[in-house]
């Protein structure tokens, strides 16, 4: 769908340097472009900056524990996120960017049924009214392997697999048109995560999402990732290259 629409990058990093709070740069000149319906898979070890370069996406300052930005441009649409004003912000997260987090049942909102968290969340699409959202909300449990039942069950009722794909319908929604999951499958057992990195793939192609994947298990990178990109903390950053199992890879295959 969005492929159709848009034929450019949906994101583009140019030259982008990034320090932590009153720190040194952790990385430097970074460039890299992602486009509809791709999975561009960020790989390095623990402090490397990659959750910093994922918040510097969704445009979170120190404040926030977020990188103060020395230099370069992050682009989405060819739109500086520079230029967002408070307005812009709000329809960036969350709404032109979905995010997913290694702690899906603690980004879920406590004490707040699922399905009424998918109801609210698909009714910030303008024009989109309380029956469509519920039709809608239990058409998106379905597609993330939940069962009905869930709509009405808590966060806290959720195991770890179950509120993963709880914040993949979430995200997914509000139909992003690029996705940040930052450790999104970590803390979940081996056929979990693999349950949960097929379904993710899978969806992201059915709706030509543009996908950044945050790990350092180079496993993952090499089921989902269409491209991968190195990251190493202070000195070296490798631009992005197709894994070297790419042509193996089935959920990857014929996709670029
Ligand atoms: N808010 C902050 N204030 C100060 N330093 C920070 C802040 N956030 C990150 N850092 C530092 O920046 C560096 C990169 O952190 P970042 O969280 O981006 O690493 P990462 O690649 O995501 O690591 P991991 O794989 O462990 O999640 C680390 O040295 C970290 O200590
Ligand atoms: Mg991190």
Known sequence: ???????G?????????IAPPGGAAVLNDVDLSLRAGEVLCLLGASGAGKSLLARAVLRFGPEAGGPELATG?????????????GA????????EVGMIFQEAAAALTPGRRIGAQLIETLRLRPGTGRAAARAEARDWLRRVGLGAEVA??????????MAQRAMIALALARRPKLLIADEATTALDPVTQAE????????????GLAVLLITHDAGVARVLADRVARMKAGV?????????????NPLARGRV
């Open 236 to 248: 070296s950053w490798r631009k992005a290259r197709r894994p070297r199992c790419w042509s193996h």
């Open 152 to 161: 009405r069950a808590y966060p806290h009722q959720l195991s770890g697999g």
């Open 1 to 7: 769908m969005l492929q159709q629409e848009s034929q």
């Open 9 to 17: 990058p949906v994101m583009r990093i140019e030259g982008v340097t």
């Open 88 to 95: 812009g912000l709000r329809a960036l997260r969350g709404g």
């Open 196 to 207: 949960i990195l097929a379904l993710l793939g899978g969806l992201c192609r059915e709706e």
């Open 73 to 85: 441009r992050i682009l989405l649409d060819d739109r500086d996120i520079a230029t967002c004003d």
